[in-house]
């Protein structure tokens, strides 16, 4: 006889512990299952570990540049295995709090093992056969390996890996231009390794507006990483004891040495071993199929997080195990919102953005007003000299109304910036709203001020120009955005 739960949960990663959580607080009688070991990808092998290393990177490269400041340090050493038993120390202590928040859930039997489905409402993990009113997948992600001829055999690293090297490679190729390649690729390169990163796209970072990508490549650049982009990797050799990567562009292909190599091209979902035919859950691709109540074309089966292979970030893991959950206990039926997801790269200098890029919006055909500010043009900044200088700011705001659709940033503890930015756009915040929010000076977090007074000076000169031109003319107010635009021999002078 299976075991009957309101709820079975796979996965306690973060999407499936905040739907456990959740579930069970409403008093839905919970299995939580996991293959072990407990504690996600974020804690383990994700975010923790990776930023817990890149704080120690930032701290050698402070160091070795003290001399800006006034500061000598003599020789700079880094103590490689210092720099790893730190990060061990925190990650156990952040893994030992969520097995104990794991075991503190009400109504909740934790089950270890690895589930697989055999009907659409029944699991076997190991000889055990549960039962779930509801399910909701939340199985996280793997990496993506991309088939490249010979990569197997040379041999290479994955990010689990390249956060728990015993001693730093001599040279990396980082296979990727996206955040993990770039994030642990500058940590190696400030632990003195020689790195070099290679992105098929024109640009690191591709999702970001051209520009972003460009300030973050010149900062790196200018630390030494070597950055190769637009260039395919079509074949990985092994000689001399060195691997090597050739990769091409319209035919011209070059060599690249090093002596390991860093897979870093993005992850998939870790749905393979569910059995999910049983379960009638269809998939798109290697996505599972969801709807915006992130249920699975088998209405009593949800998923959540990197399983089911939307945005593979944790605050939207959070936010989609949570929801699962409300909706399968209460069958409130609330629709994810995705208007609003922040996200962040952690080098130095950080990238963030929220809200659609600039070239999201042209591709839309939604007519903005942009206005960026350099942080080497703001005060704070150089008070702090060195990095802090690198990058800038920008507002996106729709030109009709004002309000503020997005925000993007390089620079300077941008990851943490952001946050106004996000409260302003959550709250669907215009620029006029924003021009009379104090801000503290000196911050960092003044110079989200300088673009806002340039668009909104764009704005008062518009309105001016509507009052002045359109009046005579006897335009009504539908018509003034056709008449703003007007070529500029028209307007007053
Ligand atoms: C190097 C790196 C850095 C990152 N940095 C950031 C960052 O700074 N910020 C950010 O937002 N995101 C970051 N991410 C992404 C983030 O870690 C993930 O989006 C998030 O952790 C996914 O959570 P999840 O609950 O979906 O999956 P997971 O945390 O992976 O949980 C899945 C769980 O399912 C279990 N499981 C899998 N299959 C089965 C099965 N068949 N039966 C039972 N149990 C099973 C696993 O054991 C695991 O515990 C990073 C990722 C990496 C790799």
């Known amino acids: 006889m299976a075991d009957r739960f309101d709820v079975v949960v796979i996965g306690a990663g973060s999407a499936g512990f905040a739907a456990a959580q959740t579930a069970s607080r409403k008093g839905a009688k919970v299995a939580l299952v996991d293959k072990g070991p407990l504690g996600g990808l974020c804690i383990l092998w994700g975010c923790m570990p990776s930023k817990a290393l890149l704080r120690s990177a930032e701290v ?4 070795t540049a003290s001399r800006l400041w006034g500061i000598e340090t003599g020789k700079v050493a880094i103590d490689f295995r210092a720099v790893m038993a730190r990060k061990d120390r925190l990650i156990k202590r952040f893994a030992d709090y969520r097995i104990h928040q794991i075991h503190e859930l009400p109504n909740t039997e934790l089950i270890m093992g690895h589930a697989r489905f055999v009907a659409p409402d029944r699991l076997m993990v190991g000889n055990r056969e549960i039962r779930g009113e509801h399910v909701i ?22 990010s689990d890996d390249a956060l728990n090297l015993a001693a730093p490679p001599r040279s990396m190729l980082v296979i990727g231009g996206g955040v993990i390649a770039v994030e642990l690729g500058q940590f190696y390169s400030r632990m003195g390794v020689d790195v070099t990163l290679v992105e098929a796209a024109p640009h690191l970072l591709p999702k970001e507006d ?43 292909e070059t060599e690249l040495m090093g002596q390991e190599i860093f897979v870093a091209a993005g992850r998939v979902p870790n749905v393979q071993s569910l059995n999910l035919d049983a379960a009638k859950v269809a ?24 399983a089911w292979g939307g945005s593979f970030l944790v605050h939207l893991a959070i936010a989609e195990g949570e929801l699962a959950a409300r909706n399968a206990v209460e069958h409130a039926m609330e629709a994810m919102d995705y208007r609003v997801v922040p996200h962040a790269v952690f080098t130095d200098p950080n990238v963030a953005r929220v809200g659609p890029t600039e070239h999201d919006c042209a591709i839309r055909g939604v007519d903005v007003l942009v206005a960026t500010t350099p942080f080497a043009e703001h005060g704070k900044a150089e008070l702090m000299g060195g990095t802090a200088l690198e990058g800038f700011v920008k507002l996106i705001a729709d030109s009709r109304t004002g309000e503020i659709l997005g925000a993007q940033a390089v620079g300077p503890e941008v990851a943490d910036l952001i946050h106004e930015l996000v409260a302003v756009i959550s709250l669907r915040g215009s620029i006029e709203a924003f021009m009379k929010i104090p801000h503290i000076h000196p911050t960092l977090a003044e110079i989200w001020t300088y673009p806002a007074e340039e668009i909104m000076e764009i704005l008062r000169e518009r309105s001016l120009r509507a009052r002045v031109t359109l009046m005579p003319g006897g335009y009504g107010p539908d018509e003034s955005e056709e008449c703003i635009e007007a070529p500029s021999a028209s307007r007053p002078q």
């Open 210 to 252: 051209v520009d972003v990508s460009e300030a973050l490549e010149a900062a790196l650049s200018r630390e030494g990483l070597r950055i190769v982009t637009g260039r395919k990797v079509i074949r990985a050799e092994r000689r001399d004891g060195q691997k090597i990567l050739v990769v091409a562009r319209d035919g011209d």
């Open 283 to 306: 998939m798109d691709g290697r996505r599972i199929r969801v709807n915006e109540f992130m249920q699975t074309s088998n209405p009593r089966i949800y998923a959540a997080g990197d």
């Open 60 to 63: 050698a490269h402070l160091a």
């Open 137 to 158: 997948i939340a199985t996280g992600s793997v990496p993506f390996v991309p088939p490249i001829p010979g990569l197997e055999q040379t041999g290479y690293i994955l």
